[in-house]
């Protein structure tokens, strides 16, 4: 089960509006309860079509409001008052063009608008409609024009079958993404301190192809990569994500170049070298490759005995010889045993600002887990220790250490 990273900030504020993307609400309801979060939930009068106050209520161990608490004499205070100063966070999903039009214009005609009026807190807007509907001139005035508060983030849309089966854009972001999110802006408290900065990002293991079925690679899922695209995102930077194959989805909202080999990631990583801010090369890249490739499978009897090697391009250390003063580059050291050593060695060989140094040889740790843990280091002596934690905090607290 995930924790978050401020253990001060953990009160969400979910306001569902009326569409039929609400019961994929539950879902985030139940996960935010379980990972330790105080829940509170609006539902709006359409809303209540969809879902009833009643599951969400027990999903989040509270009572969930409606319209009809709104103007109660049973609380002290008014109740959007009492809502606005509780939440660290609001969470607006769907988002229906209704409510949309409503923030966008400052209106506050229910219990949800008069809630993020009397609020100061961040605002995360997770938008759902039909794709003719989204598309609208005015629509996309309404969220361009609401994004351009700071207060407010959104999550984009997604494409797909929708429940008016039509197969386009605006589906919901899932209930796993917008969970994402919401622990990042609980970490940042919503601080785009990487607004305006392009963030270049290597992952996974590359592949080496002896044939077009056998190759030389490594266990690296590319996972710490992924977290690092989304703390960057979710905390305003651009994001371009190089990865090699992968079981998981993009972010939506990150730039995504899929490749294989080390010689793919080289030439990538180069053409997009000059536009980046931050450079993290979080990449398990192969030493070596076969020094010859079959365009056809090979049979067993063909394998040879001893598998002649050649190196493969040392993606860093070039990087590292290119790179210009405004920019960092931040590199990944994996060892087993002693781990700072080898990487303060390749912090100073490879010309990096920053360097990870993660125990692969740790239980719930390193390639293929959910959980990392790690020594940073820097070039001015900094050295800081991350106990066991998610790879999203992992991510965090990287970007908390090279921005300080």
Not at 210 to 238: C, E, W, Y
Not at 258 to 272: G, I, N, P
Not at 288 to 301: A, D, F, G, I
Request: some cysteine; aromatic content about 6%.
């Amino acid at each position: 089960m995930p924790f978050f990273l401020n253990p001060k900030s953990r009160r969400v504020l979910i306001a569902v509006g009326g569409g039929i993307a609400a019961y994929k609400v539950c879902e985030l309801v139940s996960t935010l309860f379980k990972s330790g979060v105080e829940v509170r939930v609006i539902l709006t009068k359409s809303a209540q079509e969809f879902i009833t106050p009643l599951t969400l209520a027990t999903l989040s161990r509270h009572r969930a409001y409606t319209n009809d608490d709104f103007w109660q004499p049973i609380y002290s205070r008014p109740l959007h008052i009492e809502l606005g100063e509780w939440a660290d966070l609001i969470v607006i999903a769907p988002l229906t063009a209704n409510t949309l039009a409503k923030l966008a214009y400052g209106m506050a005609d229910n219990l949800l608008t008069n809630t993020v009026l009397a609020s100061t807190c961040p605002v995360l807007l997770a938008p759902a409609m039909n794709t003719d509907m989204w598309e609208q001139v005015a629509v996309q005035r309404n969220w361009l024009q609401l994004l351009t508060d700071v207060r407010f983030y959104g999550i984009g849309t997604g494409s797909g079958l929708l429940a008016c089966d039509r197969i386009g854009a605006g589906r919901m972001a899932e209930p796993a993404e917008i969970f994402v999110y919401i622990q990042s802006l609980l970490h940042t408290q919503g601080t785009r301190d990487l607004a305006g900065k392009q963030v270049l990002i290597s992952t996974g293991g590359t592949r080496e192809y002896l044939d077009p079925v056998r190759f030389i690679g490594n266990p690296s899922t590319g996972k710490m990569g992924l977290a690092l695209a989304q703390a960057a995102l979710h905390r305003g930077a651009k994001v371009i994500l190089v990865h090699c194959p992968a079981s998981w989805d993009v972010p939506l909202g990150v730039e995504a170049i899929e490749v294989v080999s080390a010689d793919q990631m080289q030439q990538v990583m180069l053409e997009r070298l000059a536009n980046a801010d931050i450079i993290v090369m979080s990449a398990a890249v192969a030493d070596v490759k076969p020094k010859e490739y079959s365009t056809e499978k090979l049979p067993k009897r063909s394998l040879p005995e001893n598998l002649p090697l050649a190196p493969v391009p040392d993606i860093v250390a070039e990087i590292g010889n290119r790179k210009q003063p405004h920019q960092l580059l931040i590199g990944f050291a994996a060892q087993t045993g002693d781990i700072i050593t080898p990487a303060r060695e390749k912090l100073q060989r490879k010309k990096l600002d920053a360097i990870v140094a993660n125990p692969i040889d740790k239980v719930d740790s390193g390639f293929g887990s959910d959980n990392n843990q790690a020594v940073l280091l820097d070039m001015s002596g900094r050295e800081v220790e991350i106990a066991a934690c998610s790879k999203l905090e992992m991510a965090h607290y990287l970007f908390d250490f090279i921005i300080r």
